[in-house]
């Protein structure tokens, strides 16, 4: 069971526009920094955002972080077949004085 | 480019140890943290282990800790992660990573089973 909660699964039809959600609490995302990934099968997680809301290199537009309180969002919108994979969100855990990831949603493209 | 190479995964018995090594190369090595991330098959990612650039500052996730022992050598651009009193569960596709994971290696798979 993840210190990061985020829904297991998530669909959209292209075009369209979705959020993942990533909920944590005060020693967690609501004192640090939130980290996105995208992974698709047999390769290696992808950063997507750093310091909760920053694109990384490469990154399109149209994918955007954001956070408030103990609660981060990654939202992807004019949704494309390329975007259905796995994502996960991860934040430093004061508490657990270590990295956490969430349990990941996978996203598909109807 | 940056290129990460983790190498030293195998098949070992419960007890067993292997260490681990990521060969760095096209960047400033010893300017990041560098982490050991893992991931169990058909699971997300979980952080292991992380150390600072000068090897002063390492830590590590609660299940590991007092098993594991993460390591570098700045001047061979290179980390690696001992893992002694191996069980079943750490049993994953190990990941080299800049940071958490501004860049990762290709993973070299643990097998941890007699």
């Known amino acids: 069971q993840s210190v990061l909660t985020q829904p297991p699964s998530t669909s959209g039809t292209p075009g369209l526009r979705v959020t993942i959600s990533c909920s944590g609490s005060s020693s967690n995302i609501g004192s640090h920094d939130v980290l996105w990934y995208q992974q698709f099968p047999g390769s290696a997680p992808k950063l997507l955002i750093d310091?909760?809301?920053q694109r990384r290199s490469g990154v399109p537009d149209r994918i955007t972080g954001s956070k408030s309180g103990t609660s981060a969002s990654l939202a992807i919108s004019g949704l494309q077949a390329e975007d259905e994979a796995n994502y996960y969100c991860a934040v430093w855990d004061d508490s657990l004085h270590g990295w956490v990831f969430g349990g990941g949603t996978k996203l598909t493209v109807l | 480019e940056v290129h990460l190479v983790d190498s030293g995964g195998g098949l070992v018995q419960p007890g067993g140890s292997l260490r681990l090594s990521c060969a760095a190369s096209g960047l400033p090595f010893s300017n990041y943290w560098m982490a050991w991330i893992r991931q169990a098959p058909g699971k997300g990612p979980e952080w292991v282990a992380n150390?600072?650039?000068?090897?002063?500052?390492?830590n590590y996730v609660d299940s590991v800790r007092g098993r594991f022992t993460i390591s570098r050598d700045n001047a061979k651009h290179s980390v690696h992660l001992q893992m002694d009193s191996l069980r079943a569960e750490d049993t994953a596709l190990y990941y080299c990573?800049?940071?958490?994971?501004?860049?990762w290696g290709q993973g070299t798979q643990v097998t941890v089973s007699s």
């Open positions: 990573a800049v940071n958490t994971g501004d860049y």
């Open positions: 150390i600072n650039q000068d090897g002063g500052q390492k």
């Open positions: 310091g909760n809301d």
